[in-house]
């Protein structure tokens, strides 16, 4: 990281009982996709197919968590943060995602729990985090009604087996990937390049969402808490044209108020209904569901990596052409804001994290929030030492709890930070290509090294708080 990017230094503490955790996903991490009565998901097939991971990868193998989930909860243990937040596979619970429980698979999940119980981790729970079981996709996946309805069948399924000793419980993880990414930009599984087919599964999601809370809420007793994450771009406005202006707010409705405002104000924003009037009359949205979707809410996640810099772009192209994760504006332009990047070109951006929460606590009635996901890839590797020297990771994650530090001094409600992620893994499109981690993996034998930023996140945690 560069000059530029440098945060005001000096000690921060956070507010006593602060909740410090990492967090990851199934598919990123278990490997072992046939073990257990696991079937496939969307992700095995899309993974599998040519041209569609850049280094050819696949989550067969990835950080081979299922095997190793002791060793990897030792390290969370070392690490000292009171949380750690993983997804449940679909496909391991319910293999064809219809039917009764796969209790080897439940089973899996019950000793992971267990250990991390044991070394004094508070587990937390995410039901969805992209890998849909392959038969529901072949049956139209999530651009079908029915899907949803699945989803809270198996929220049940798992809140059952595991609620006894999980109390923290959120639906999906970041909706906005499973819909457009998945099914307009076709950058993720199924790959598919629709923008109708985006905007269905967007709202069969949020569906699924709604009725997932119904039947947990229906379950719960005391000490459960209930919530959703969802990722955030602000978008800035990066040129002086009415144009500009009225690209922006597009982008803005389409990326974030889609997702936000049906779960947090039961409904959808109007300027998002009429700019996507040429595309849907919105007549996949039954009378009832927006009352279903907007439940009660314990917590609110945030997943935080930059704000976008947009502005419009050639008017006479079209808005709805496939291919773009901004369906209806297709035609904006995403501009490159010269701030200092990650090895994924991400810009930096730690403002944006202190504006975005703000910004939640002003516009909607908000639960407290916990981010549920930040964090950084960089191009890591082993030094002579035997070491990993990522000192850029670790000044992005001090900046950004500076950054999160001022939200709270501000007023904003946050609960906690989960940094994104304990052990480098399968990073979806950029396969093993993109390192995350606190721990450094070696895929080829496994092995895992933690890196500097794990013994500086474990001082942090230690001190509750960044030193000077
Ligand atoms: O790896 C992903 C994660 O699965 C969801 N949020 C963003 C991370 C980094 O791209």
Redesign the pocket.
């Known amino acids: 990281m560069n000059k530029e990017s440098a945060q005001p230094k000096g000690s921060v503490a956070f507010p006593e009982g602060f909740g410090w955790g990492t ?1 990851t ?1 199934s598919y ?1 991490i278990e490997g072992a996709v046939t073990a257990g009565g696991r079937k496939s998901s969307i992700w095995d097939t899309f993974s599998h197919t040519a041209a569609k991971i850049r280094d050819g990868s696949n989550g067969d193998r990835a950080c081979d968590h299922y095997h190793r989930y002791l060793e990897d909860v030792d390290l969370l243990a070392g690490l000292g943060a009171p949380y750690y937040r993983f997804s449940l596979a679909w496909p391991r619970i319910q293999p064809d995602g219809v039917g009764k429980a796969n209790q080897e698979g439940l089973d899996f999940y019950k000793r992971l729990v267990e250990a991390l119980l044991v070394r004094g981790i508070t587990p937390w729970v995410t039901l969805y ?2 890998d849909l079981p392959q038969r529901l996709q072949d049956q139209g996946g999530w651009p079908s009604r029915e899907v949803a309805y699945r989803l809270a069948d198996y929220a049940e399924i798992a809140f059952k087996a595991l609620s006894g000793q999980v109390d923290h419980w959120t639906t999906l ?2 909706p906005i ?1 499973s819909s457009l990414l998945s099914y307009a930009q076709g950058e993720h599984a199924p790959g598919h390049r629709d923008p109708l087919e985006a905007i269905r599964a967007a709202h069969h999601l949020l569906l699924g969402h709604g009725l997932a809370l119904e039947r947990w809420r229906h379950e719960q007793r005391d000490g459960h808490q209930f919530g959703i994450t969802i ?1 955030l771009e602000p978008i800035v406005c990066a040129g002086p044209d009415e144009a500009d202006r009225d690209a922006a707010r597009r982008v803005d409705g389409i990326t974030n108020r889609l997702f936000l405002d049906p779960v947090l104000k039961g409904q959808y924003p109007s300027d998002v209904i009429s700019d996507l009037a040429p595309l849907t009359d919105f007549g996949h949205v039954f009378e009832g569901d927006l009352e279903v979707i907007r439940q009660p809410l314990d917590m609110f996640g945030l ?1 935080y ?1 930059h704000r976008n810099w947009i502005t419009a772009g050639d008017p006479r192209s079209d808005r709805f052409s496939p291919g773009t994760i901004r369906v209806g504006s297709a035609d904006s332009v995403v501009v490159d804001p010269g701030l200092p990047t990650t090895a ?1 070109d991400w810009p930096i951006d730690p403002g944006g994290l202190t504006g975005v929460l703000t910004w939640l606590a002003e516009t909607y009635r908000m639960p407290p929030i916990w981010i549920t ?1 930040s ?1 950084s ?1 960089w191009n890591d590797r082993v030094d002579g030492d035997g070491a990993v020297h990522d000192s850029d990771r670790i000044a992005y994650l001090d900046a950004h709890l500076r950054a999160a530090r001022a939200a709270i001094d501000a007023g904003v409600d946050l609960r906690g930070y989960f940094v ?2 304990s052990t480098d ?1 399968f ?2 499109a ?1 396969g093993e290509s ?1 390192r ?1 981690g606190l721990i450094y993996l070696d895929y080829e034998t496994q092995r895992r090294i933690p890196k500097d930023s794990y013994r500086w996140f474990r001082d942090v945690v230690a001190r509750n708080g960044l030193a000077d």
């Open positions: 967090a996903a990123q985090h992209w993880n970041e990937c990722n997943n990596y994924l996901e964090g890839a994104w992620t893994n990073e979806w950029l993109a995350f």
